[in-house]
């Protein structure tokens, strides 16, 4: 079974604290994303990757920046956390037209 | 750009009883995929059903079925015989040949016993 794995299911930061979202896939696969869920918005995408090293933006970069240094890690980054981006963070990879998903890190920032 | 759209937050169904969750889409790709989704309160993302775009029969996974109405960019999902484990939070997703999974705002479903 492909394995999508985030670091953390439930994290509080404080304002202003540099915070990292870790992803990890066991699969190899290329494709890799990050969403934020916000009730009555659905999943919004912030970023994803297609392969290492390399990063697109989505629909709401703005405030995160994301890393992919190897092909079965790729991290969100909030550089500077605020209120407004407690939310649940999503991780998925992808195949083809298959997605995988981690279990979601709901995220608290005081 | 691709744009998912589902416009009921909410819905309500009895138990055994038949409902269905509209979504409608849009985007300028002749080669697409789309799915259901359903979130539990466990979060995890469950897939349904897919639909291959080129395919015209319309795609069943046993209680659920589809309607796939491809050129008024309409997918909507039908669940038989619901039950009390149905309830969750559905989204419909498209995906286009090597690009981004784009997932409309979801719709709540309860089940009434």
């Known amino acids: 079974d492909v394995k999508v794995t985030q670091s953390s299911r439930y994290l509080v930061k404080r304002t202003g604290e540099k915070v990292f979202l870790e992803c990890v896939q066991d699969m190899d696969h290329e494709n890799m994303f990050w969403y934020r869920q916000d009730p009555g918005l659905g999943l919004r995408l912030i970023y994803f990757s297609y392969d290492v090293k390399m990063k697109e933006k989505g629909d709401i970069p703005e405030g995160y920046s994301v890393s992919r240094e190897k092909k079965e890690r790729f991290s969100l980054i909030l550089e500077s956390a605020s209120t407004n981006q407690t939310s649940m963070y999503l991780c998925a990879s992808r195949v083809e037209e298959k997605l995988f998903f981690g279990s979601g890190t709901q995220l608290s920032v005081l | 750009a691709q744009t998912v759209t589902q416009s009921q937050p909410e819905m309500s169904v009895q138990e055994a009883e038949t409902v269905t969750l509209s979504c409608t889409y849009d985007?300028?790709?002749?080669?697409?995929?789309l799915f259901w989704y359903k979130q539990p309160p466990s979060r995890q993302m469950i897939l349904v059903i897919r639909?291959?775009?080129?395919?015209?029969q319309n795609a069943t996974e046993n209680r659920f079925s589809v309607n796939f109405q491809k050129a008024a960019k309409s997918f909507s999902l039908k669940i038989s015989d619901s039950q009390l484990g149905d309830a969750a939070m559905y989204f419909c997703?498209?995906?286009?040949?090597?690009?981004?999974?784009?997932f409309g705002k979801g719709i709540t479903l309860s089940v009434r016993p």
């Open positions: 997703a498209s995906i286009e040949t090597n690009s981004k999974l784009t």
């Open positions: 639909q291959e775009a080129y395919k015209q």
């Open positions: 985007t300028s790709e002749s080669d697409y995929y």
